[in-house]
């Protein structure tokens, strides 16, 4: 978690619009782009919402499913105990699925006292396998990248590292202009502001790549 508001954000974005009294962009757009944008940081850089935490596994299943609040696997590192609190054995992995097939046939139904192996691919999204399934509760120590929290108040901080501030304010810049589609001016503003958001992310896009204002308006509209 960062120690940026939403409001330092987005206060930015409006001093640049000229619009620091929100009149022509609500304070109330402004958070709710700050949440998109957030989720549109880690859908381009998983790693920006990196964590490591103490999951509980399902029960006697080698077959588990990652908590709703993260995307995917990073890795499974350590047990943790029945209390998640207590560091155990390393696990081994991401093994191959087609290995333990080989050595263990019945390495998905063979219960055991703590988790050795894992198998996972990116594939998988939110699902992934231990070897071997522990009976009662039992918790591991997880490596992943996970969704960020929406901000409810315009005093939060954000989710991500502050670095990700300028990225932001970039998204912010962005959101506003596109939502003008009469005015050519603000249709290359956004595309500008729009391609400065992935260039602070380190990601490419393509070059014939265009953000049009009536197909974006069109798109929020049909989401709500």
């Known amino acids: ?14 001093e640049v619009l000229e619009d ?3 009149v022509t962009y609500l304070e109330t757009s402004f958070l709710n782009w700050v949440n998109d944008a957030q989720r549109a940081i880690v859908l381009a850089d998983p790693t920006a919402n990196a964590k490591i935490l103490s999951i509980a596994l399902t029960p006697g299943v080698s077959f588990q499913t990652l908590p709703a609040t993260v995307n995917s696997l990073g890795g499974l590192s350590l047990n943790m105990g029945t209390d998640g609190l207590t560091p155990g054995k390393a696990i081994r992995g991401p093994v191959p699925q087609e290995t333990l097939d080989s050595l263990v046939p019945d390495w998905q139904t063979t219960t055991g006292t703590y988790v050795r192996e894992y198998v996972y691919d990116a594939a998988f999204g939110s699902n992934y396998y231990v070897y071997p399934p522990v009976t ?5 120590q997880a490596r992943v990248f996970a969704k960020p929290t929406d901000l409810a108040a315009s005093s939060d901080p954000i ?9 932001i304010i970039e998204w912010l810049l962005y959101r506003c202009y596109s939502r003008d589609a009469e005015r050519t001016p603000n249709f290359g503003r ?6 400065n958001f992935f260039q602070l992310l380190g990601v490419k896009i393509k070059s014939d790549m265009t953000i049009d ?8 509209q049909m989401a709500r």
């Open 20 to 22: 620091i009294t929100y």
């Open 136 to 140: 009662g509760t039992w918790y591991v």
């Open 213 to 220: 204002p009536k197909v974006l308006e069109l798109n929020r």
């Open 190 to 195: 956004a595309n500008r502001h729009f391609a």
């Open 159 to 167: 989710d991500l590292p502050d670095q990700y501030g300028p990225a």
């Open 1 to 14: 978690m960062g120690t940026l508001t939403a409001l330092q954000l987005y206060s930015g974005a409006a």
